[in-house]
Every structure is written in structure tokens, then in C-alpha cells.
């Protein structure tokens, strides 16, 4: 069966996280991703967070399925030869290198360009053209930068990073669509471009009903954050939230049975205004329905911590499955706080393949997370990710069609080994 990026060659430059997941994804939809990596170390995450000794760690293996490794070093004259013939066989480079490193490897865009015309050139960088462009930037940077952290956590508690990857993975997925899109486009202009995404932007992105707050802001205070219930001024900038729900419908976590002892027994509560009867009947307070007090939102809006009180009292009887049973039957909107231990058992993540297992040479089984997207005529299949340097002599052969004797002369140049240690005068 095709797939939908079939006859796509991606020249995969990236490294670490935010880089990896968008060309893995592509690798889902299936296009023929060849990882080029520095021989002897390879991507930094193959040895980071080892569980295992010796083995390519859950870091990489999570990130880099459905690849081909080339093992290549591009500041040998004879791996910036192989470089450019790889240029030549490929339709996207993607890189997450530091700033003006591809300028410093000889391969700016113009050079890339006119190696290539149709190459689209797909770049992850911390951020824009600005004050910080030549700042290296990880995961929690793109968080604390992007207006993530500043709205995430408790009103009078510190700024939070969230555990979701949404400055490496989030901005990954934001390129991976500038990719698909920047493809499509050279089906009618013939030309490559370059795409840029910046974890900075990418954060802002996700963080977007924040910027809408701060604008509202400018018109008096957001009813809908608890503190104002609580009678407690805004500044000018957009306050943390806790756990109040962005959208304008008011929403706690609350303790379920359990609680004591299980840091997990909570549940996403939301009092939609459509279902607010519903709710009343449920935790047994009819009378809720219809007292000016609690009747209409607005009324609600001071009282929300009594209300959510009420309902907790109700949530606390019962553990977080039978709740979300319970409320699903009438529509309110709840969803149970789930741990990573039940999420790796869930049978129907697992039926879908949101979750698989992959098995691999090194490490054997283990789980990892799949293509959340799917897609009726491209299914994606995870295949465990490549040793270092797995597919280096196929690639040389097979994509770039180099004869035996080409093949030695790579390896005999030394573009292929360990850069070697010079000794300290
Ligand atoms: N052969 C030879 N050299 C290679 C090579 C290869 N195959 N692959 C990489 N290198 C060299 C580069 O040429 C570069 O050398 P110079 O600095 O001498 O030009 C060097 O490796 C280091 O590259 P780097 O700056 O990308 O790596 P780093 O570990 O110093 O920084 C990171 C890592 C992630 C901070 C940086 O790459 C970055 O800011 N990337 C953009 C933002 C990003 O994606 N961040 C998310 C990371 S995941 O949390």
C-alpha cells in the first residue's frame, strides 16, 4: 500500500527531541527518512537517560522510528561530497542544529539552493529573528519564553513548566506542517523554499487564548478565573489559573475516592452552563436549579469555590471511573486524571495503536507512543528506530548508487569514523 508521503526523501539533520518528532512523523506518513549522524557518537539522546546499559536509550528509540541512520562527518571533504549528493537525492532537509551551524558546515541556504532547487529546507531554532536568534534553547527555555510557564501554575505560587513537550514535540508538529505544506506548494511552483519554526513561536501558539486574555484584560477582569470569584485584583498581566479552565466555562480538578493515597484520584470537573441542571440533580442539590443564587452563570461566578466544595463532596464518594461514567451519561464534561501507568495499560490506546510495542535488537520490548494522527489510506506501522550508523554502506549504495570501489574510497577518507582526538600541545 502507497503512503501518503511516499517517494519522499527527507535528509533528517535533527537531533534531540524537537527536531526528531516532526521527521519521525513524516516517516509515519511514509516518507524515507535518512538520519545523518556523527560517527562514533550519534544523536546526544542515544546515550542520555539510559535505562540499560550500553543500549540506545527510550529518549532515542521514542523518537527516531521508521529511520535509516547514515553515520557521516560533514566537515571531512569527503562527507561534505556525500552530503551534496544526498542534497541532490532528497526532497526536504530538516535541521535543529544551532544557530549558524549549517552556515559553519559550508551548506548555507543559497549553497543548498543551487545544489538543489526543489530542496525545501525545514529549520527548528529557539527564536526568530530578534534580540535572542543566536540563543541555543531547550524544551523548558521555549516554555518559560513563549508565555507557557507564565501562565501555568497557582495565582500565588511559582511559574510552571508543563509536562507535556509543547515547546520540543509542539514545535516539531508545527514544522512537520510547514513541511507537508511547503511539499505541496512545489507541486505547482516546481521550487523548494525554507521553513521556519520557532520554539518561541510555537509556544505562543499553543498559549494563544492567554494572549486573547491579556487583551481582555484591557476591558476589566476575567470573570471566569477564580480569583475573581475571590474578590482578588488583577495586575496587568495575565495571572496564573491553577487548574481553571481556559475556555470560559468554569472547571476544577477534584479529589475522587482515593485521594488519600493515590496522587492520581482526581477528576477534570466543568460546569458547562448547557448541562447546569444536570449537574444539580447529580450531586443532589435540585434545588440549585432554580435559586438566584446559583441559577444563571454570572450568579455562579462569586461562588465558585463553594459550588465546586458542593460537587467535591459528591466526586469524593466514588473513584474517578465511576464518576466520569456517571456524568458522561448526561453530557457534563469531566475527564479522569490518568497516570502514565494507566495510560501503558489502556487496552483501547493500545487497540488503536496510540500505544505500540516495538521490539529491538539491543534493548528488547518496549512501549513507546505512535502516530496520534491517523489516516484511512496511509496507516502507519512503528518500526524500532536504527542503530547508529545501521544504514550507512545501503545508503551509499542504494540512494546514491555509489559502485564498491566509491564506497571504499568513502571509508577509507575517514568521513565515515570517529572524529579523531587531537592531542594538547
Ligand atoms: N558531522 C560533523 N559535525 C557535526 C555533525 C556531523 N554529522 N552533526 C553536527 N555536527 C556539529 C555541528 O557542525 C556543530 O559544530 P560547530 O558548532 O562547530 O559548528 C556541532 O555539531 C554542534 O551543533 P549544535 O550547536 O546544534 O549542538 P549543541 O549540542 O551545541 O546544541 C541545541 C544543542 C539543541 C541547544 C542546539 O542544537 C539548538 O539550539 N537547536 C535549535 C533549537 C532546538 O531544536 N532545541 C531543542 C532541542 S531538544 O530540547
Known sequence: MTKALSGVRILDFTHVQSGPTCTQLLAWFGADVVKVERPGMGDITRGQLRDKPNVDSLYFTMLNHNKRSITLDTKNPKGKEVLTELIKKCDVLVENFGPGVLDRMGFPWEKIQSINPKMIVASIKGFGPGPYEDCKVYENVAQCTGGSASTTGFRDGLPLVTGAQIGDSGTGLHLALGIVAALYQRTMT?????????????????????????????????????????????????????????????????????????????????????????????????????????????????????????????????????????????????????????????????????????????????????????????????TRSPLLGEHTDEILRQVLGFSD??????????????PRKVAAE
Open 190 to 382: 516546481g521550487r523548494g523554499q525554507r521553513v521556519m519554526a520557532a520554539m518561541q513561536d510555537g509556544v505562543l501558539n499553543l498559549a494563544r487564548v492567554k494572549l486573547r486574555d491579556q487583551q481582555r484584560l484591557a476591558h476589566g477582569p476575567l470573570t471566569e478565573y477564580s480569583q475573581y470569584g475571590e474578590g482578588i485584583p488583577f495586575g496587568d498581566a495575565v495571572p496564573r489559573a491553577g487548574n481553571d479552565s481556559g475556555g470560559g466555562q468554569p472547571g476544577r480538578i477534584l479529589k475522587c475516592k482515593g485521594w488519600e493515597k493515590d496522587p492520581n484520584a482526581y477528576i477534570y470537573f466543568i460546569t458547562q452552563a448547557p448541562v447546569w441542571e444536570k449537574i444539580c440533580d447529580v450531586i443532589g442539590e435540585p434545588g440549585w436549579k432554580t435559586h438566584p443564587d446559583y441559577a444563571k452563570p454570572p450568579a455562579r461566578l462569586p461562588r465558585l469555590n463553594e459550588i465546586f466544595s458542593r460537587i467535591e463532596q459528591w466526586t469524593m464518594t466514588m473513584t474517578k471511573f465511576e464518576a466520569m461514567e456517571i456524568l458522561n451519561k448526561d453530557d457534563i464534561p469531566c475527564g479522569p486524571i490518568l497516570s502514565m501507568k494507566e495510560l501503558a495499560e489502556d487496552q483501547s490506546l493500545r487497540a488503536t495503536g496510540t500505544v505500540v510495542e516495538v521490539d529491538h535488537p539491543e534493548r528488547g520490548k518496549y512501549l513507546s507512543v505512535g502516530n496520534p494522527i491517523k489516516m484511512s489510506d496511509s496507516p502507519s506501522e512503528v
Open 405 to 418: 570501489h566509491q564506497v571504499a574510497e568513502i571509508h577509507d577518507s575517514g568521513a565515515l569514523d570517529p
